[in-house]
């Protein structure tokens, strides 16, 4: 988990939660500094503009938490704040190739942190703090993803899709496995009704890897823009599930 320091001269940024007693509660990044860190800790990055920064509860580092904590955020965001203000979001290889295929226009208005850094902002720093970590359930937020995504991907693909979602890929810790006999079994059940209602889409088994290593991140944008049904296991694998093309909180289920 990262977690950061924020203070503006003698007042500290403090994280709270409404419920602490729930299950899913966790910090959302921002703890309070010992004296020493924000009464002696010279900038190493000045930032002149004004800014935007939130941090969800998850690493941005960690492919299906980026995508359903903190996207969801970020375009919730970039709706209600000017749009000249700018993003400080930690450096992430991961989210700089989500955001270049998403909206490639946008990078334009990051500044990317690495860990470890202290930041003085000369402008308004605008502080946002989830009201519930994780946020991957706040469909409010979500709906202003899938808006952001229409925007930049109006189109309709062409050819269609059913995915089926294993977790044997590469990438996966191998936990929440299917066991084998069964998900032979769902696979053939999902073609058999493909079948009987004679389905034109191409069905396909989705692993996360290509050709034995980790599937570009554009191609599984591509591929699940394409579907009409995703089934799968929880997994960080089926969060691509949030750029079907006309997906909407009336047909999505967990």
């Known amino acids: 988990k990262v977690q950061a320091h924020i203070w503006n001269q003698d007042e500290i940024v403090e994280c709270s939660h409404p ?18 860190v924000w009464h002696n800790q010279p900038a190493t ?4 503009s004004n800014y935007i920064f939130s941090h969800s509860w998850f690493e941005s580092k960690n492919f299906g938490h980026f995508i359903h ?13 000017p749009t000249t203000s700018k993003f400080i979001l930690t450096e992430s290889e ?13 990078l334009d208005r990051i500044e990317w942190v690495p860990l470890n850094e202290t930041i003085q902002v000369h402008g308004l720093l605008t502080i946002v703090v989830p009201d519930i970590n994780p946020t991957a359930m706040e469909t409010k937020l979500i709906q202003y993803l899938w808006k952001w995504i229409m925007e930049k991907h109006p189109i309709a693909p062409e050819d269609r899709t059913i995915i089926w979602y294993t977790r044997k890929g590469p990438d996966t ?20 009704k493909m079948e009987n209602y004679g389905s034109s889409e191409q069905f396909v088994i989705y692993g996360g890897s290509k050709d034995g290593h980790t599937m570009p991140f ?6 699940f823009r394409s579907a009409m049904v995703a089934i799968g296991p929880h997994g960080n694998g089926l969060a691509n599930v949030l750029w079907m093309y006309g997906l909407s909180s009336d047909n999505c289920e967990d």
């Open 19 to 36: 419920d602490k007693n729930s299950k899913w509660f966790t910090s959302c990044g921002l703890i309070t500094p010992d004296d020493d």
């Open 45 to 48: 990055l000045d930032l002149y």
């Open 69 to 81: 904590d903190h996207l969801p955020n970020i375009a919730w965001m970039r709706t209600v704040l």
């Open 94 to 106: 991961l989210a700089k190739k989500i955001f270049s295929v998403l909206d490639p226009e946008f």
């Open 173 to 192: 810790s191998h936990n929440r496995l299917v066991d084998e006999e069964q998900e032979k079994d769902l696979i053939g059940i999902i073609q058999k």
């Open 218 to 223: 554009e191609e599984q944008f591509e591929l």
